[in-house]
């Protein structure tokens, strides 16, 4: 079964607006984390944000914003204010447990910002 | 730029050679990760190492191997190369204890492996 999913494969938005990527994760451990990786089309993947499943507050991060709703585990980010920089691939991703602290992740959501 | 480094870049080799991919983590980190990324299986964790010992182990083929040093630089070894084993591998470190929550590994640049 899938640990993290991504459904939407690519999205437009304008610049200016904001973006909600989705991501849903399947986990029976009580303890883990969930992180948003930025993947521009230089490849790199570069660290945005991070959530831990005992945090009572949503991450937040200058423009980005994790909305974190257990329950549901969804752990959407939310780009405000979109920038034509922010055109990448967007990667969810978890880390379950406390011994080890591999991440999977999820197929990633490709993000294209128009002026 | 996350202070994590690899080389090479880029790597183009022949079926059934041998490389050695090479990782820096960010100073003081002592967890490395390896990860790979193809078209067709996504990113795939494949190996951990902490402090010089194996940790955790994915998805990774018997043909790969690898090691972290005393000096905390790691090195992914892949032989017997076939076609499939083209794709982008990333290192990653973390300076997280374990036991602790937050985890935040950070991306080297990768090292583009074509196999011919």
């Known amino acids: 079964a899938q640990k993290i999913t991504q459904t939407q494969p690519g999205m437009f938005v304008q610049e200016k607006e904001a973006v909600t990527l989705d991501c849903t994760y399947d986990?029976?451990?009580?303890?883990?984390?969930l992180f948003w990786y930025k993947q521009p089309s230089s490849g790199e993947m570069i660290f945005l944000i991070y959530q831990g499943s005992y945090d009572q507050q949503n991450a937040t991060e200058g423009r980005y914003s994790l909305n974190f709703q257990k329950a549901r585990k969804s752990a959407n980010l939310v780009i405000s204010a979109s920038q034509l920089g922010d055109s990448a691939m967007y990667f969810c991703a978890m880390r379950e447990g406390a011994v080890d602290y591999k991440l999977s992740f999820g197929a990633g959501t490709t993000v294209t910002v128009r002026a | 730029d996350s202070g994590v480094t690899q080389t090479p870049k880029h790597l183009i080799t022949a079926t059934g050679q041998r490389v050695t991919l090479r990782c820096s983590p960010r100073?003081?980190?002592?967890?490395v990760y390896w990860y790979q990324q193809s078209l067709d299986q996504g990113l795939q964790f494949l190996i951990q190492y902490y402090n010089g010992e194996e940790r955790a182990k994915g998805n990774i083929l018997e043909r790969f191997s690898a090691q972290q040093f005393p000096d905390l630089h790691s090195e992914l070894n892949l032989s017997s190369l076939e076609l499939g084993d083209s794709a982008l591998y990333f290192c990653?470190?973390?300076?997280?204890?374990?036991?602790?929550?937050?985890?935040?590994?950070?991306f080297g640049p990768g090292t583009r492996l074509t196999v011919t």
């Open positions: 100073s003081g980190d002592l967890s």
């Open positions: 990653a470190s973390s300076g997280v204890s374990v036991g602790t929550e937050k985890d935040e590994q950070y």
């Open positions: 986990t029976s451990d009580p303890s883990y984390g």
